[in-house]
């Protein structure tokens, strides 16, 4: 599964704000308290995507945006279940709602 993120460093705190499914697949919006050098915010993008959908970070990569807010991680796993996991989440927003 692909994932398209965008991603704020240097927050007050990590968290998701957002989760909606949309025509080119799953929409994250998300924020790290990390700062954006030497890889610091992905690893913490990577970690705080493994805990929101329990799978360990192994089962994660960043295939696109290492440098640039906008990021596409890759999931691996069964699609069922991190599909589930993304919809139970607190953030889920169905497709059109703000």
Do not use: Q, Y
Request: charged share 30%; proline share 5%.
């Amino acid at each position: 599964m692909l994932l398209s993120v965008r991603l704020t460093p240097r927050a007050a705190s990590d968290r998701v704000d957002r989760i909606a499914p949309g025509a080119e697949g799953w929409r994250i919006e998300a924020r790290v308290r990390a700062v954006p050098e030497k890889g610091l915010a992905n690893e913490a993008l990577i970690r705080l995507l493994a805990d929101t959908l329990g799978v360990p970070k192994s089962a994660l990569s960043l295939s696109f945006g290492s440098k640039g807010r906008e990021k596409r991680v890759r999931v691996e796993g069964d699609g069922a279940s991190l599909e589930n996991a993304l919809r139970a989440h607190a953030c889920f927003r169905p497709s059109g709602d703000a």
